[in-house]
C-alpha cells in the first residue's frame, strides 16, 4: 500500500514558478513509476510527467515540456515538480500518483490506468 500527500501548489502570476512535492508511504515506492496529472474544470484528467525508479527514464506532456521538470529522491520518498514559465492554461488539480511495479521498466506510462494509488490532490491557480 502507498499513501501520497501532495504540497506546494497555490497561487502564482502568469511566468512565475511553483514546485509540487509528493511525499509518498509505503514500502513499494522503491518499485513504483511515479506520475503527476492534473484536471481542470469541466476537462478530463490527464498526463503531465512521469518518472522510472533511477529516474532514467521520464516522460512529459508536450504542453509542458521545456517548462516542468519532475524528479525523485528515493532516500526521502518523495518526487517533485518544478513548474516554470506557467501559463493561465496550467490551472489545474494536480495529482501526483504512483503505479506498482513498474519503476524499473525503461519506458514511463502516460496511462492513468495503470497507476495505483493518487493523492489528494493540489490546486495550482495561474492568473494572467
Known amino acids: 500500500q502507498v499513501q501520497l500527500v501532495e504540497s506546494g501548489g497555490g497561487l502564482v502570476q502568469a511566468g512565475g514558478s511553483l514546485r509540487l512535492s509528493c511525499a509518498a508511504s509505503g514500502r513499494t515506492f522503491s518499485s513504483a513509476v511515479m506520475g503527476w496529472f492534473r484536471q481542470a474544470p469541466g476537462k478530463d484528467r490527464e498526463f503531465v510527467a512521469g518518472?522510472?525508479?533511477?529516474?532514467?527514464?521520464?516522460n512529459y506532456a508536450d504542453s509542458v515540456r521545456g517548462r516542468f521538470t519532475i524528479s525523485r529522491d528515493n532516500a526521502k520518498n518523495t518526487v517533485y515538480l518544478q513548474m516554470n514559465s506557467l501559463k493561465p492554461e496550467d490551472t489545474a488539480v494536480y495529482f501526483c500518483a504512483a503505479g506498482r511495479g513498474r519503476g524499473n521498466l525503461p519506458w514511463v506510462t502516460r496511462n492513468p490506468e495503470d497507476y495505483d494509488y493518487w493523492g489528494q490532490g493540489t490546486q495550482v491557480t495561474v492568473s494572467s
Open positions: 518518472i522510472n525508479w533511477s529516474g532514467g527514464s521520464i
